[in-house]
Nanobody, 117 residues
Framework: QVQLVESGGGLVQPGGSLRLSCTASGSFFSINTMGWYRQAPGKERELVAIISRGSSTNYADSVKGRFTIFRDNAKNTVYLQMHSLKPEDTAVYYC???????????WGQGTQVTVSS
């Protein structure tokens, strides 16, 4: 079983910055990919950014150049640094962690990010 605890969401003005974090705990051997997804009201959940254990990254086109995903394997933590936030970035952001050896994937509880003046 894996527990994911997210933090760092909140209300920010357009052009502002936020950093999200997600820490995994529980009984597992090692983590493969870690990622961030988001879901805006009335829309489907979408991939924001994903990072492999070796730190290869992939981003949604809408956030390239503004968001950075990085991880600390020793702390089982993934971060999403968000700059130049736009109102359209408003959503609930979810952390996703996939374990090695096909041991499953897990979701965090979500953290609200609101970009508004």
């Amino acid at each position: 079983q894996v527990q994911l605890v997210e933090s760092g969401g909140g209300l920010v003005q357009p052009g502002g910055s936020l950093r999200l974090s997600c820490t995994a705990s529980g009984s597992f051997f090692s983590i493969n990919t870690m990622g961030w997804y988001r879901q805006a009201p009335g829309k489907e959940r979408e991939l924001v950014a994903i990072i492999s254990r070796g730190s290869s990254t992939n981003y949604a086109d809408s956030v390239k150049g503004r968001f950075t995903i990085f991880r600390d394997n020793a702390k089982n933590t993934v971060y999403l640094q968000m700059h130049s936030l736009k109102p359209e970035d408003t959503a609930v952001y979810y952390c996703n962690v996939a374990l090695n050896y096909n041991m499953g994937a897990f979701w965090g509880q979500g953290t609200q990010v609101t970009v508004s003046s």
